[in-house]
């Protein structure tokens, strides 16, 4: 059974027995003596070695890459949005006597990720005068409550949607993810 980074962890009693888990596992165990002597130390090896023998973690293939560089153009974007929606939401905001216009939209996402999904719905929430009402992450179903677009808010709100799953895939996204956006 080999790690995810590809390198194989040595075997103990034919199981592996990954090392950076045993040292911070014996880390733990130290703090929680609060004292440092050669026993405790011993005494955490022991029983960091039980633990990751007895308990064995399943093989996991990473579910989120940084990219610096994509992730930099999806901050810049994104504080750019967080900017634009905060004055469009103040605007109707100080116009007392008027109603925004409000819209509900259903978006489907184009990634099976969950875990892209997950970070497209924070960051929908996160702009000011979207909401998440609803996630159908089994479906890639968005339901979304919009305030203070006019026009066509259907096709504006599922287009800037994408380009904010686009952005995200590009920063955070494996190459199983870029390859679904194409």
């Not at 890459?65 to 999806?74: D, G, K, M, N, S």
């Amino acid at each position: 059974m080999s790690r995810p980074d590809g390198d194989r962890a040595p075997l103990l009693f034919g199981r592996p027995v990954p090392p950076r888990t045993v040292a911070w596992l014996t880390v733990v165990w130290l703090l929680l003596w609060g004292e440092l002597s050669v026993a405790n130390v011993l005494g955490g090896l022991l029983a960091a070695l039980a633990v990751v023998w007895l308990l064995p973690l399943p093989a996991r293939k990473p579910a989120l890459r940084i990219h610096p560089a994509r992730l930099l153009v999806f901050l810049a974007v994104f504080a750019t949005d967080l900017v634009i929606s905060s004055a469009r939401v103040a605007f109707w905001a100080l116009r007392f006597g008027t109603v925004p216009p409000m819209e509900i939209v259903e978006v489907r996402l184009r990634t099976s990720s969950e875990v892209m999904a997950v970070l497209a719905v924070v960051a929908l929430s996160a702009l000011p005068g979207s909401l998440v009402l609803e996630a159908r992450l089994a479906d890639g179903e968005l339901v979304l409550h919009v305030l203070g677009l006019t026009g066509d808010v259907q096709e504006t709100t599922r287009a800037d949607v994408a380009k904010l799953e686009a952005r995200i895939v590009a920063a955070f996204g494996t190459t199983a993810d870029r390859e679904e956006l194409r």
